[in-house]
């Protein structure tokens, strides 16, 4: 079974950054497609970005040249750097496969773009 945690939210200033990171249980490496998603309030969770295997990725038109995808297979790891981060950035993110499994959901990690 796989477990995702999420870290690395928090308040930021518009225009700051944040570094978000995804933690696997097992091994990363056999899951060959990663993705990131938000939900913001009264919205429906959607996916920022994805990255395969090979490191290759592709971002939602949001947030393309402001997010940058990246794995670490040898550490199970999987991060998101978020620059120039706008108030509609708001949103509760999450890691999961590509597509996305119901039981790899985790808690999320709250991101709030606010001044």
């Known amino acids: 079974q796989v477990q995702l945690v999420e870290s690395g939210g928090g308040l930021v200033q518009p225009g700051g950054s944040l570094r978000l990171s995804c933690a696997a249980s097992v091994s990363i490496f056999s899951i060959k497609t990663m993705g990131w998603y938000r939900q913001a309030p009264g919205k429906q969770r959607e996916m920022v970005a994805i990255?395969?295997?090979?490191?290759?990725?592709q971002y939602a038109d949001s947030v393309k040249g402001r997010f940058t995808a990246s794995r670490d297979n040898a550490k199970n790891l999987v991060h998101l750097q978020m620059n120039s981060l706008k108030p509609e950035d708001t949103a509760i993110y999450y890691c999961?496969?590509?597509?996305?499994?119901?039981?790899?959901w985790g808690q999320g990690t709250q991101v709030t773009v606010s001044s």
């Open positions: 999961n496969t590509v597509p996305t499994v119901t039981g790899y």
């Open positions: 990255i395969w295997g090979s490191g290759s990725t």
